[in-house]
């Protein structure tokens, strides 16, 4: 209130909280992602070490898991060498680790619609580095494998992320922040595992808890809060009960919960963002059975040794991080289903000279290809679908795409490489290179995102 000369009192507006700038949000989410991802990818290189070791301790639980993957690699006959054993341990404890966050990702959605994104985001980013903690503070298998239980429960915070950017106002700064955050993934991907490859295995497990810890500290003292109260969801128990629907792989396809939502996209717009969500899902469930399978190809047909190996993987992570920061982030508002078409129309030769090239510089060259179509194809996907749906849905949305794609990871897999070992590597990566037409196909079928907002 404010009072005048003649005792009279006039209302003064009321103050509300200025938004964070989205520059210093985007920012923010980066450093936090990268953080987090060094964390993750410095056991890469160290899981065939550790699963060796864990069979020389006679551990009875890895036993039981190994005969397991023992029947497994018999029923689709893989030759009995301890080198790709060893791949297929590891992408199975993959598959378990996508299937927990699939499982998670729309909870941690829904809980952020209701109760905001930072203290979503601080509470998986806890739960992260507790299963870091797990790690370092045991070395039996037991408790390798609890802390991958507790880490894919609580790795929501990756798909907070692109709700953080999402909740960003301007078309561009959502397309710019989702390029950075693929940015943060190859850089993650590139620098962890090289890291990982030259320190001792011992101290991995501290070194990953303090970036663990390193980012709750940054997110805890720098992460402004990018959904206000005004724009949430009514509770906590709406929210819960829509994540439910997407325990169900057809409904998450449906995006079930977001139409079932407060405020939710109808009509063309449904359609678009459904059909949206089966590309995605199609697309990382074929990409990444060729990069699992990959590892088994160049050892098979060239001889990598596990440094070879890791140079391969440096230079795709180091191509698809100059990719996206030279060319994926400049692409304009509305133009990006166009690059995500021409980018899966390069898979197709990719998949092809690297399935079908016998000699290094073939190998290279699919591997090129094969390196920008992953620099363009998820950050361009979610730009767009962080377009759909109101304020009080974004967590909900991009959560339902993250369990999307963690669905696609942990089926992918296990399906290339059964393909792989029965009908050979031509034959699955011919097969890959023709069903990588079903996204684009589904693709063409779609309106542009303005053009189905004027249509509703």
Not at 345 to 365: C, D, I, K, M, Q
Request: charged share 10%.
């Amino acid at each position: 209130m404010g009072c005048g000369a003649g005792g009279s009192c006039t209302p003064r507006p009321p103050i509300h909280q200025q938004p964070a700038p989205e520059t210093r949000v985007v920012a923010v989410v980066f450093l936090g992602l990268l953080l987090d991802l060094l964390a993750f990818t410095l056991l890469l290189p160290l899981l065939p070490g550790l699963l060796e070791s864990h069979g020389r301790a006679h551990d009875p639980l890895y036993a039981s898991w190994q005969r397991g993957v023992d029947w497994f690699a018999a029923a689709i006959g893989m030759p009995a060498e301890k080198r790709y054993n060893s791949v297929l341990f590891g992408g199975l404890i993959g598959s378990v680790f996508s299937l927990l966050q699939f499982l998670s990702a729309p909870l941690t959605g829904a809980v952020s619609d209701c109760l905001g994104r930072r203290p979503g985001m601080l509470l998986s980013l806890a739960g992260v580095a507790t299963s870091y903690a797990v790690w370092a503070a045991s070395k039996s298998f037991a408790a390798f494998l609890a802390s991958r239980v507790i880490g894919g429960i609580s790795k929501g915070n990756v798909s907070l992320c692109t709700a953080i950017v999402a909740d960003l106002g301007s078309p561009s700064a959502r397309s710019k922040g989702m390029a950075v955050i693929g940015v943060a993934f190859s850089l993650g991907f590139t620098l962890g595992p090289t890291l990982g490859a030259f320190l001792p295995s011992e101290t991995v497990p501290c070194l990953a808890l303090l970036f663990a810890v390193s980012d709750l500290l940054f997110i805890w003292c720098f992460l402004p809060e990018t959904l206000p109260p005004e724009k949430r969801a009514p509770s906590v128990t709406l929210g819960f009960r829509a994540a439910a629907d997407l325990l169900s792989p057809l409904a998450l396809l449906r995006f079930s919960a977001v139409a079932r939502g407060p405020d939710p996209p109808t009509g063309v717009r449904l359609g678009s963002l459904r059909g949206l969500g089966l590309v995605y899902c199609l697309y990382l469930f074929l990409f990444s059975g060729l990069e699992f399978t990959l590892s088994f190809l160049v050892h098979q047909r060239f001889r990598f040794s596990r440094v070879e190996q890791g140079k391969m993987f440096f230079f795709i992570g180091l191509t698809m991080a100059t990719i996206q920061g030279a060319y994926a982030r400049r692409i304009r508002p509305g133009r990006e289903i166009a690059a995500v078409k021409r980018a899966i129309l390069l898979l197709v030769p990719a998949s092809l000279l690297v399935g079908w090239g016998h000699t290094l510089p073939l190998l290279g060259l699919g591997l090129l290809l094969y390196s920008w179509a992953a620099a363009v194809v998820v950050p361009c996907l979610s730009s767009v679908v962080a377009g759909y749906g109101s304020p009080r849905q974004k967590g909900t949305v991009m959560g339902t795409l993250r369990s999307l794609g963690a669905l696609a990871r942990a089926v992918g897999p296990v399906v290339a490489a059964s393909a792989y070992w029965l009908a050979g590597a031509h034959i699955c990566y011919t097969a890959c290179a023709a069903l990588f037409l079903l996204p684009f196909s589904v693709l063409r079928t779609l309106s542009p995102p303005a053009r189905t907002l004027k249509a509703e």
